[in-house]
Nanobody, 116 residues
Framework: VQLQASGGGLVQAGGSLRLSCAAS????????MGWYRQEAGNKRNVVAVISAGSQTKYGDSVKGRFTISRDNGKNTVNLQMNSLEPEDTGVYFC???????????WGQGTLVTVSS
């Protein structure tokens, strides 16, 4: 499985961005997909995850502002980010958990910068 993320950029506080992640390869093996944020020098923290059945979970700081969605037919997962805050700044990584023993797959990061 390979993941290709897109959609980062610079936005003012209060604005919106939409991140997209396209999966390719053995996509039938993908279970949960999600987005994680990494701030400089820190570990990656969960932003939002979505199961194959579209059950969702969000990090506390983004609840009510971000929406994760998934199109299993197109093998994509999107993150709609509204009411962005400077604290949302970071590199966002797409992630796919794989059924079976294989480790999760990470896409390349996409930088989101929210200016105050």
């Amino acid at each position: 499985v390979q993941l290709q993320a897109s959609g980062g950029g610079l936005v003012q506080a209060g604005g919106s961005l939409r991140l997209s992640c396209a999966a390719s390869g053995s996509t039938e093996s993908i279970n949960v997909m999600g987005w994680y944020r990494q701030e400089a020098g820190n570990k990656r923290n969960v932003v939002a995850v979505i199961s194959a059945g579209s059950q969702t979970k969000y990090g506390d700081s983004v609840k009510g502002r971000f929406t994760i969605s998934r199109d299993n037919g197109k093998n994509t997962v999107n993150l709609q980010m509204n009411s962005l805050e400077p604290e949302d700044t970071g590199v966002y990584f797409c992630n796919a958990a794989i059924l079976g023993p294989d480790p999760p797959v990470w896409g390349q990061g996409t930088l989101v910068t929210v200016s105050s």
